[in-house]
């Protein structure tokens, strides 16, 4: 079992920089690839960013490329969104999601584990 904890939302102006962390605990991180999806209100969960168990390939949904990065630490059994350049459009709840294989993937389906979300708010 994983356990994944959220933290880093928050209020910002647009233009404006947040950081959300995820800290997991439970089995060997580095097996585990991880994702960010977000669900802002009226609208289905979807994807944002994921990451591969070793830290070395990412995917990003159209609308952040370039203005989001994700990271993670093996040896803290953190992964980051550090977001840039934020719109109102990406105000949701950001989810990190863990799946039990080393590739990424864009689909919800394909994560076994959720954290309970964060709330990202960006005011125009």
């Known amino acids: 079992q994983v356990q994944l904890v959220e933290s880093g939302g928050g209020l910002v102006q647009a233009g404006g920089s947040l950081r959300l962390s995820c800290a997991a605990s439970g089995r060997i991180f580095s097996n585990y690839a991880m994702g960010w999806f977000r669900q802002a209100p009226g609208k289905e969960r979807e994807f944002v960013a994921a990451i591969t168990g070793s830290g070395s390939s990412t995917n990003y949904a159209d609308s952040v490329k370039g203005r989001f990065t994700i990271s993670r630490d093996n040896a803290k059994n953190t992964v980051y969104l550090q977001m840039n350049s934020l719109k109102p459009e990406d105000t949701a709840v950001y989810y990190c999601?863990?799946?039990?294989?080393?590739?990424?993937?864009?689909?919800?389906?394909?994560?076994?584990?959720w954290g309970q979300g964060t709330q990202v708010t960006v005011s125009s």
């Open positions: 999601a863990a799946r039990w294989r080393p590739l990424v993937a864009r689909r919800e389906s394909e994560y076994d584990y």
